[in-house]
């Protein structure tokens, strides 16, 4: 068995168990205990587990909660990672598309690096309506309703309403925190809105960066066996790309 493959069903076992003993997922495994001790020293040290005497026990949520910052305090932390997100993201991006780009201080920069003639962009955000507002590449659709501030986005009934009649070929959303089996926001109401449009799409892109994978903020968005890919950085933990590896497709090269 590969380690990758044995150290995700470790990982499986303590989430689904809470406390996993050594012996235990020897026998489970088919492999020497002190080879599941090496891999618990892994998966710790990747954040994904916590060591205890004779085995090891689930994470608690209290260790990797997910603290929403504000858009402005955002912007300033991990630039290179979200340009090179942005520009991987914006490569899928093909002539006629029409395209949902959520609120995000990484899908921002998607802009930067579309090269097409021709695309249609639906938003609820109002900072990425401001950066295709001026080009006339663009048919640009924003979808109003209730002002978010904290980050900008239109949320609420109206923009529900409005949103649930789009269909669109690629949604390009980000995210709080990836945890386990489970993509997670931290505000229900844009958790929501995202929802209806990950339903409505052809293929859907989580653009996260390697500091994200771990958390778990309040929201769940979405199962990752239940988006097209999940792109990010190079700095993305070896275990963590491992384990997700497993479950979906991870876009990480360098652009």
Known sequence: MLKSNRQRQIFNLVEEKGFLKVSEASELLGVAEMTIRRDLVELEDNGLIVRVHGGAKKLQ??????????????????????KHIAKIAARLIEEEDVIFIGAGTTTEYIYDFINVNTVKVITNSISIFNRFKSDSRFDLILIGGKLRERTGSFIGYFTRKMIQDIKVNKVFIGANGIKGNYITTAEEEEGVIHQIILNNSDENYVLVDNTKFGIEAFQVLSNVTDVTAVITDWKIKPQYEAYYRGKCKIIKEKS
Request: without cysteine.
């Open 61 to 82: 949520k209290q260790n990797s909660q997910y603290i929403e910052l504000s858009h402005i305090q955002k912007k300033s932390l991990n630039i290179e990672e979200k």
